[in-house]
T-cell receptor
Framework: GQNIDQPTEMTATEGAIVQINCTYQTSGFNGLFWYQQHAGEAPTFLSYNVLDGLEEKGRFSSFLSRSKGYSYLLLKELQMKDSASYLCAVETYSGAGSYQLTFGKGTKLSVIP | NAGVTQTPKFRVLKTGQSMTLLCAQDMNHEYMYWYRQDPGMGLRLIHYSVGEGTTAKGEVPDGYNVSRLKKQNFLLGLESAAPSQTSVYFC?????????????FGEGSWLTVV
């Protein structure tokens, strides 16, 4: 099975930088996603990493190390609207065109003034 | 520009009742999924489908059945609802490209079983 760990909660100050870590143990690894979910809403796609390294997209960056089973999401210049849950999700491939996405429990980020 | 649409959005059921959640997508996606989300548990995959006429079990399939008779629709059925099935249910669909398997979620269905 899959095992995905990320911190339950984090607090950071407006304008600061925060790093949300995710570690995973899985078989058939095919990529790692980060999603943002505001309370009462559906998750929305933030980033996707399949190769080792850093992917930058505006204020958000995501890093992956496949050998270490480790990823992080970096949020810069934090804004109040960034207060949300951030979900790490691992995609696996089990053959015959069957892909699955397994989510971690999410990290609730609170941005304070 | 509907994307993924779920109905109903809210429902209260009595224990033992049955119901069906409907998911419809207009993006011609092959893959469709049903997740449930509970406090402290994250999103857990119930069932999924890799194409019309196919279904497969996910992480927590017990107590649920699904059907994918048409490519655009994915139905989730509860034959005999239990309080443990009180949850928020998210349907999703996806396609594969060079970015990977990009998933689009519906807005969620809040189900309470009393």
């Amino acid at each position: 099975g899959q095992n995905i760990d990320q911190p339950t909660e984090m607090t950071a100050t407006e304008g600061a930088i925060v790093q949300i870590n995710c570690t995973y143990q899985t078989s058939g690894f095919n990529g790692l996603f980060w999603y943002q979910q505001h309370a009462g809403e559906a998750p929305t796609f933030l980033s996707y990493n399949v190769l080792d390294g850093l992917e930058e997209k505006g204020r958000f960056s995501s890093f992956l190390s496949r050998s270490k089973g480790y990823s992080y999401l970096l949020l810069k210049e934090l804004q109040m609207k960034d207060s949300a849950s951030y979900l790490c999700a691992v995609e696996t491939y089990s053959g015959a065109g069957s892909y699955q996405l397994t989510f971690g429990k999410g990290t609730k980020l609170s941005v304070i003034p | 520009n509907a994307g993924v649409t779920q109905t109903p959005k809210f429902r209260v059921l009595k224990t033992g009742q049955s119901m069906t959640l409907l998911c419809a997508q207009d993006m011609n996606h092959e893959y469709m999924y049903w997740y449930r989300q509970d406090p402290g548990m994250g999103l857990r995959l119930i069932h999924y489908s890799v194409g019309e006429g196919t279904t497969a079990k996910g992480e927590v399939p017990d107590g649920y059945n699904v059907s994918r008779l048409k490519k655009q629709n994915f139905l989730l059925g509860l034959e005999s609802a239990a309080p443990s099935q009180t949850s928020v249910y998210f349907c999703a669909s996806s396609y594969r490209d060079r970015v990977g398997n990009t998933i689009y979620f519906g807005e969620g269905s809040w189900l309470t079983v009393v």
